[in-house]
């Protein structure tokens, strides 16, 4: 792994395209990611950005953004009014093509230097998306953020397996991740597990009926009309669809979202969102 450090000139992105409909800009406080070798990595759309990879295989590297939380103070009030002028609101998602908290983030804490500047400064919407069970690690921080600006907490739990074959495990073990959504959950916060993208679950029953336990919403994902792309060319040159088909033919169709879905109606009734619907915090049926 080749890890380097930054000193970065801006860290708030304005978004466009897909994330454009979910917020006004996304924040990175790491470039590239050391997940990226395992399952989740294998589809993830940031493999296919070259400003992210600057040519670099995916997950051989990440760049820590050493004074993102002071890049973020000093450019805070610029965005904000940039944001509630343009969309009404200065929402922030973090993060849209590196893990926040990654292995590294245990040891440099920019991601919890970033939320604490957030405390002092917050933005109107603000939403966390994590891969990893270290999500649960700054619930002191959420605790500050709520009431200060609207919340989200997504993490991702794509399916209740820990592989599919042929690919690398789940960095972050599902157990894990449950029990992670499950302390954020008895804090007080509110939590959505995002299954994005979906993948083969082995029992769906089961699965939603225990997400219903330590979550409060679900955002579900399928690839083909999710991944930014056409009918779902960027993943379908990945070898995901196939370890997908492999388990379930069915899984590698939107029909399978529409099953999935309303199997998890049944524990989330009125919250469930699809696709950057789901995203954008829109939970229409
Ligand atoms: S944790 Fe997120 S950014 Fe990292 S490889 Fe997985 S999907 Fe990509």
């Known amino acids: 792994m080749n890890i380097t450090q930054a000193q970065i000139g801006r860290i708030l992105t304005r978004t466009c395209g897909y994330l454009g409909t979910v917020c006004s800009h996304s924040l990175q406080p790491y470039r590239g990611c050391a997940y990226g070798n395992s399952l989740c990595g294998v589809g993830c759309y940031a493999q296919h ?21 002071e890049a973020y103070a000093r450019e805070y009030a610029s965005e904000r009014r940039w944001a509630q002028a343009k969309f009404g609101k200065f929402g922030i998602f973090l993060s849209s093509s590196t893990e926040p908290f990654q292995p590294l983030e245990q040891k440099l804490h920019i991601t919890q230097r970033v939320l604490e500047a957030m405390v002092e400064r ?16 700054c619930v002191d921080v959420y605790a500050q953020l709520t009431g200060r600006c609207e919340l989200r907490l997504q993490l991702s ?10 690919l690398p495990r789940s960095a972050s073990t599902v157990e894990k ?17 995002t299954v994005a993208p ?10 939603f009926s225990r997400l219903s336990e330590v979550a409060d919403a679900v955002i579900i994902d399928h690839y083909i009309d999710g991944d930014g792309s056409c009918n779902g060319s960027r993943t379908k040159r990945t070898p995901l669809p196939q370890a ?22 049944q524990h989330f009734p009125g919250r469930v969102g699809i696709n950057a619907w789901g995203f954008a915090g829109d939970f229409r049926e």
């Open 49 to 69: 950005i070259w400003w992210v990879t600057h040519g670099e295989p995916w997950g051989s590297f990440v760049e820590s953004r050493d004074n993102a939380a």
């Open 122 to 137: 917050p933005p109107d919407v603000l939403i966390v998306q994590s891969h990893s069970h270290h999500i649960a690690d």
């Open 157 to 166: 739990i794509e399916s209740d397996r820990d592989e599919l074959p042929g």
């Open 177 to 193: 991740r449950l029990a992670a959504a499950a302390a954020m959950k008895s804090a007080g916060l509110r939590v959505t597990i």
């Open 198 to 207: 979906l993948l083969p679950i082995d029992n769906p029953e089961r699965f």
């Open 244 to 265: 997908m088909a492999a388990v379930d033919p069915a899984s590698v169709t939107l029909e399978y979202r529409q099953r999935i879905a309303q199997i998890a109606r």
